[in-house]
């Protein structure tokens, strides 16, 4: 193992600590960030997915709360300067409680995998790797070992029981869950898949007229149903594009709406004909505008 300078951060990242470490952070600040007439009546319990929940005293003091969500949202995502939180949810509990519990770093405390060794290098790795990450707090370095030396453990096991390990993200995972062509997990596959296919989508919308053995050249593996799908959806969105301009040229003949409507059914000719710019002449134009719907192509005949 290298010890790289960014590999505590990655580690980090991939245990999910990262957010534990801010929603620590949220709870140490929290009067700070509500202010102390605020935090006298609600604290933080955890957050997940962008939604905090938190703790008020009783049922009625959640129901006043629910009016302030939007001022604390704000003055959360105004102290990490970004949009951590996305909502709040308000619930019946104690003040009292120790929320240093609440926010527990170590996200495998439930298992114990202490009977598993790890060898001198993998030692000297996770000694460098929390050297490299200049962190001042002697308890949090403690808290971070434990957990980089208990997720070695937590892997040594998962490959002994025949998980396997992802090529994107690291986790060990089920054979069901594992994607063999592409060897990672399915999380991960469906990510790339999305990303891809809007990748895929993006080029074919602003050049229309390529055609999937055009597309080979970037995306050797597209296959026909892939490429279809895509079309199919280009074309669904052009055609709702020249409608909406339709009725809005309807509505109100301006030059702007004309232009709007001219450009969309240009685009749907693209997309239909699979022809480029040059390509189109007025009749096939004209021929494909006519097959859309007779009202519209007579309404742009009308003010050509």
């Not at 801010?22 to 605020?38: A, D, H, R, T, Y």
């Amino acid at each position: 193992m290298k010890p790289l300078k960014d590999s505590l951060n990655k580690t980090i990242s991939s245990l999910g600590i990262r957010e534990k470490l801010k929603e620590q952070f949220l709870i140490n600040n929290w009067e700070n960030i509500v202010g102390s007439k605020l935090y006298k009546i609600c604290r933080p319990r955890k957050i997940k997915n962008g939604i905090i929940f938190i703790v008020c005293p009783s049922p009625l003091w959640v129901q006043e709360l629910t009016f302030k969500k939007m001022e604390i949202i704000k003055k959360v995502n105004k102290k990490f300067n970004y949009k951590f939180c996305i909502d709040i949810k308000f619930v019946p509990g104690s003040l009292d409680e120790d929320y240093n519990k609440v926010s527990n770093l170590d996200s495998k405390e439930e298992y114990s995998f202490d009977y598993i060794t790890i060898d001198k290098s993998e030692q000297n790795w996770v000694k460098n790797t929390v050297d490299s990450g200049n962190i001042e707090d002697e308890q949090l370095k403690l808290k971070i070992k434990n957990i980089l030396e208990k997720d070695i453990r937590y892997k040594k096991k998962r490959k002994d029981l025949g998980f396997l390990i992802c090529g994107e993200c690291g986790r060990y995972v089920k054979p069901e869950e594992y994607s063999n062509y592409n060897k990672m997990c399915l999380i991960c596959y469906n990510y790339f898949t999305k990303k891809r296919m809007k990748s895929i989508m993006d080029m074919l919308e602003d050049t229309p007229w390529l055609c999937r053995k055009d597309l080979e050249e970037y995306y050797n593996d597209l296959t026909s149903q892939e490429y279809n799908r895509i079309k199919k959806k280009i074309k669904d969105k052009a055609v709702d594009e020249v409608y909406k301009a339709y009725f809005a040229f309807k509505d109100k003949e301006t030059e702007e709406n004309y232009k709007w409507l001219k450009n969309s059914l240009n685009k749907y000719v693209f997309v239909v004909s699979g022809k480029k710019p040059d390509e189109i002449d007025n009749s096939t134009w004209q021929k494909w505008v006519k097959s859309l719907n007779k009202k519209i192509y007579e309404k742009i005949i009308k003010n050509y």
